[in-house]
């Protein structure tokens, strides 16, 4: 993969020229000292040092309530219009992008999800090297999902190296010629990334976790504020609800982002529940993050962000019993 | 479609419940058109209770034997009963007490002149069958409308379970529990207000009442850990609910 230099001093420019190309939004820290992906203005300084946002970039995959379908008796069955033109993501870290590729493996399968598919084409992914903290596991637990990206920029000494991924990328590394300086002699400098699309097995499937004490000690200390599933990058479980019109013909159906650990998520006509109490639920969802589910068995999705353990408000951690459970794997 | 006849009634509250469903104004003449406003005492005279309602949604809660008696009459001429907001649901405004003895309050109020009755106020679900409840303080005006958009079609609402902190962890806020230290009653409380006050710095107050599945002796462990004390706990539980169960895990 080719490779430049671009000099910190570069990094206005590069945005300012990003900025022709797209939509372009990153990590931008609030007045509440709080870091969000958002719209990047010129003159806004994104924070590509930051070890996490609030919410990851799923955010721009799958909104957290949105119409998917309307009825009206002159227009029939109409899905919403999505906006097009590109959509710049600066600064998205290893673990996002792993996250992004697990989605990827879940809506861009047949049948594709027509909203998401729609909203990840006008995607420009530029991927950011960053340094794991105390709630990262990344480290601990390396991944098998990939991190592709059209752009990545590995942090250094007085700029970045930009390695450039895809043909999409080469095109805006054209634009960028000027900027960027030439990398030849260059290694890529080690980085989080290193964790991430390496061929691992599938976990095992060992039954250890069947009766474990833990289930109910996690259970009892889950307030059930649904922030765990909120910001992780890959959960996507969601709820449709229907509304009638008061015309009494139209209707709108909504999908809104849901919580495994809510009662109503395993919930099913009749009142019949497949998860009756908590502690089921939380080994529901730790067998979704450590070893995957459904289509996707055998994939673990959690990527290690370390999200549900920053934004836990009783500091709940999977982690130690992954160790335990998961131990037959590196 | 027929027109469901609606009967729309106050009982102990500020009417900020009904004057939600009044503020309504784009959809005021759609709802004339598709909804008959039999009984709406706020709204229009005259007031009598007579024939068969679809459903009758009663805002407030119960204090007083006459109140008892309205509520009954309205349960026996609707087909469903609906509670209003949060005084109907759970109680409200109008239920908040300390532990001093009722007996003892009325002397100091009313000195030598108490009042007949002594009921003491309670939600409807303390007197009649309730069906339905859009709980709020008050109901946010897409759950109104959602509301009556399922008794146009003879449905009843589907009721939310996740908690405010779900709606505020969606907006992206800052926890202000976890990251201010403020008593925020999120984790308790039930969402479906885009949580409107922690987005703007405020703790949750609890308005909505209890989310179903509240992790109750948690959150008090929490909050203590905080430094909170229990009184200052209990009282801003208490404010739109009486009646929690302080041992509640899930």
Known sequence: MPLFILPQTALEPFMERLRTVGELHGPLRGSDDAVRFSFLQTGDQPDLTAVRSLLPPKKYLLAPDETILTYRPAAGYQTPAHETGPLILLGVHPCDLAAIAYLDRQFLADPPDPTYAARRKRLILIGNSCTPDNNCSCHQRPSALSTNCDLFLYQQDNGFLISVETPHGERLCQSLGDLLLPAEDQQLPPSSRSNFGLPLPAP????????????????????????CSVCCPTCSCFEILEFGGLDGCSAERLRRWDNCLFKSHSEVAGGHSFQKDRAQRFRYRYRHKYRGYGQL???????????????????LDLRPLAE??????? | MSRPRLAIAGLTACSGCQLSLLNCEAELPLLLERIEFQFFPLACSPVRIEGCYDAALVEGCCSTAHEAELLRELRDHSRLLIALGTCAAWGGVATLRNDTPRKELRRQVYGRHPLPDDDV????????????????????????????????RGNLPVRGTAPVCTDCRMRENLCLLQERGMLCLGPLTLGGCAARCPSLGVPCEGCRGPAPEANVAEAL???CQNGFDAMTVTGRLRRFCPEWNHDQRA
């Open chain 1, 297 to 315: 068995q055998g994939v673990p999705s959690c990527v290690g962000c370390g999200r549900c353990r920053a934004q836990c408000p009783t500091g």
């Open chain 2, 121 to 152: 106020p309670r939600p409807l679900s303390a007197i009649v069958k309730v069906d339905a409840v859009v709980t709020g303080c008050p109901p946010e005006k897409h759950e109104l409308l959602a509301l009556l958009g399922d008794l146009l």
């Open chain 2, 221 to 223: 462990e929490l909050y």
């Open chain 1, 324 to 330: 335990y459970l998961e131990k037959e794997r590196p």
């Open chain 1, 204 to 227: 095992s499937a060992n039954e250890l976790d069947a009766h474990l004490p833990d289930w109910q000690r996690l259970a009892d200390h889950c307030l059930g504020c649904g922030a």
